[in-house]
């Protein structure tokens, strides 16, 4: 297919840039549809863009709404303070000032609803992530062991028996999955998030090696972002939104009062959705830190983890 440069009048898809284009053809179709289990990091991503892609879009829909009263005044060609609005007019620019106001105070509010719905969906996608990276990763090992282990007893058989046969490459490849196979099942088994605090997902993570390396630790404050994180979502999804005494021992730095009721702001969001997102980040680079090519630049700015929230958001 040839591409062609639109015409200066031209709206639509040939006007889309990378990121637009991106965005509209997972609204279309979902990536993950498309794929099985084994990708957990992408899938981890697809649920974080799907959440702030339907975030952005509700609140846009509010700040349409908000105008809606006075879009249909020119529409029909009437205004709420004419005298002989008739009885049709009158109830359809009712309807439209209800939606517009409800509109309004959702704006001034800082939509906290869809704030907690959007942290929410985050959460769980960064849960499933770590349940779905630890067990992939120790099969991933247990090969790499097992190629290994053939490796060595090979070169063994050639220095004390020389001239004795080699496997086939059919026959190599079954004892590299029985060896896998017997490996994974002595290995320890990997653990699930579980818990408070970061601790949740280090925990699993250092069963396969992939905890926080010493050169490159959580910062304080990004761990206390993911702890007061944590017990807000599981407030909001067990307690109706209401703060308990467990909430607060579990993140003692959380600003609230036991019994309050949890609103979630703008800044919130965009400090939790930021600290989910790095450590998001940091996780997948802890899986391809030793690989060629990689450098420590590949992997995010711990220290600016508050900036990595989506720009619009």
């Known amino acids: 297919?040839?591409?062609?440069?639109?015409?200066?009048?031209?709206?639509?898809?040939?006007?889309?840039?990378?990121?637009?284009?991106?965005?509209?053809?997972?609204?279309?179709?979902?990536?993950?549809?498309?794929?099985?289990?084994?990708?957990?990091?992408?899938?981890?991503?697809?649920?974080?863009?799907?959440?702030?892609?339907?975030?952005?879009?509700?609140?846009?829909?509010?700040?349409?709404?908000?105008?809606?009263?006075?879009?249909?005044?020119?529409?029909?060609?009437?205004?709420?303070?004419?005298?002989?609005?008739?009885?049709?007019?009158?109830?359809?620019?009712?309807?439209?000032?209800e939606r517009a106001e409800m509109a309004r105070i959702e704006i001034a509010n800082d939509h906290p609803h869809h704030n907690a719905q959007g942290l929410i969906a985050m959460v769980s996608a960064l849960d499933a992530m770590i349940e779905e990276f630890t067990p992939a990763l120790r099969c991933v090992q247990s090969a790499v062991l097992a190629e290994r282990m053939l490796?060595?007893?090979?070169?063994?058989?050639?220095?004390?028996?020389?001239?004795?046969?080699?496997?086939?490459?059919?026959?190599?490849?079954?004892?590299?999955?029985?060896?896998?196979?017997?490996?994974?099942?002595?290995?320890?088994?990997?653990?699930?998030?579980?818990?408070?605090?970061?601790?949740?997902?280090?925990?699993?993570l250092e069963a396969i090696g992939l905890d926080a390396p010493k050169d490159r630790p959580i910062p304080d404050d990004m761990e206390q972002a993911v702890s007061e994180l944590l017990a807000i979502r599981n407030v909001l999804v067990h307690r109706a939104g209401r703060v308990d005494h467990k909430a607060l021992c579990e993140a003692p730095t959380l600003d609230y009062e036991e019994g309050e009721f949890i609103r979630i702001t703008r800044d919130q969001y965009r400090r939790y959705s930021a600290a989910i997102a790095c450590y998001g980040r940091e996780v997948t680079f802890r899986s391809i830190r030793s690989w060629p090519n990689v450098n420590e630049t590949d992997g995010p700015e711990l220290s600016e983890w508050h900036r990595y929230y989506r720009i619009s958001a």
């Open 1 to 97: 297919m040839v591409s062609r440069e639109p015409r200066a009048e031209e709206i639509g898809e040939a006007r889309l840039n990378d990121v637009a284009r991106s965005e509209i053809e997972a609204a279309r179709r979902d990536p993950r549809l498309d794929r099985g289990r084994g990708a957990a990091a992408a899938d981890f991503w697809n649920a974080i863009e799907e959440a702030e892609r339907v975030r952005s879009m509700s609140i846009l829909g509010l700040h349409e709404l908000r105008d809606v009263l006075e879009r249909t005044e020119q529409s029909l060609g009437v205004k709420r303070t004419d005298e002989d609005l008739s009885s049709k007019h009158q109830k359809t620019l009712q309807v439209m000032w």
């Open 151 to 204: 490796g060595e007893a090979e070169k063994k058989i050639s220095s004390e028996l020389p001239g004795k046969a080699m496997p086939n490459e059919e026959t190599r490849k079954k004892l590299v999955e029985a060896f896998t196979s017997v490996l994974e099942k002595r290995l320890p088994k990997g653990k699930k998030p579980k818990g408070p605090g970061l601790k949740r997902y280090e925990e699993p």
